[in-house]
Every structure is written in structure tokens, then in C-alpha cells.
């Protein structure tokens, strides 16, 4: 599990290698929360500093390739800046 996180200086593509991903995504406030299985050889694109997460639902080994735009794109988890 890749916990929610963004990238405030880049969007991403995650290309999936091996096996099927589900990742999930929330453009901004209001906008509907999108469920997304990466399946063997597709790609799925987050935007810049849209939250994200990625996961790896069955036991077997995932491979998988992520690209920015940007040689710089930072990361923001989410969970753990959020103080209650």
C-alpha cells in the first residue's frame, strides 16, 4: 500500500507490469472519488496535486513504473500531516 499522498510539483503515470493495481484518486474538494484498477500492461495518470493512492490487493509480486513530468515532484502524505 502506497498511502494517500500527493505530488505538489508534478502529475504521474503508473503503468502497471505484471499484475493488477487498484489505486484511487481525488482531484479536489467536491469532486467524486475515482476507484481504478491499473490492470497488466495499462497506465493510469494522476494529476498534479491530486491525492492519490496505490495498492497491491492479492499476495503475488507486483511490478509496476511511475513517471513525472517534472525531475522534481515532491510527495505530501497525507495521513500522517494531518494533526487532530
Known amino acids: 500500500m502506497n498511502s494517500p499522498h ?4 508534478a502529475t504521474e503515470i503508473n503503468f502497471s507490469v505484471n ?3 487498484r489505486a484511487g484518486v481525488l ?4 469532486a467524486r472519488f475515482a476507484e481504478i484498477d491499473i ?3 495499462t497506465a493510469t495518470v ?5 491525492i492519490h493512492f496505490e495498492m497491491n490487493p492479492t499476495c503475488e509480486d ?9 525531475e522534481d ?3 505530501q502524505q497525507v495521513a500522517q ?3 487532530f
Request: aromatic share 8%; hydrophobic share 35%.
Open 6 to 9: 500527493t505530488h505538489p510539483r
Open 19 to 21: 499484475t493488477t493495481l
Open 27 to 30: 482531484i479536489e474538494n467536491g
Open 39 to 41: 490492470a497488466p500492461g
Open 46 to 50: 494522476f494529476p498534479q496535486g491530486a
Open 62 to 70: 507486483a511490478m509496476f513504473v511511475a513517471g513525472f513530468n517534472g
Open 73 to 75: 515532484p515532491g510527495v
Open 81 to 83: 500531516r494531518c494533526k
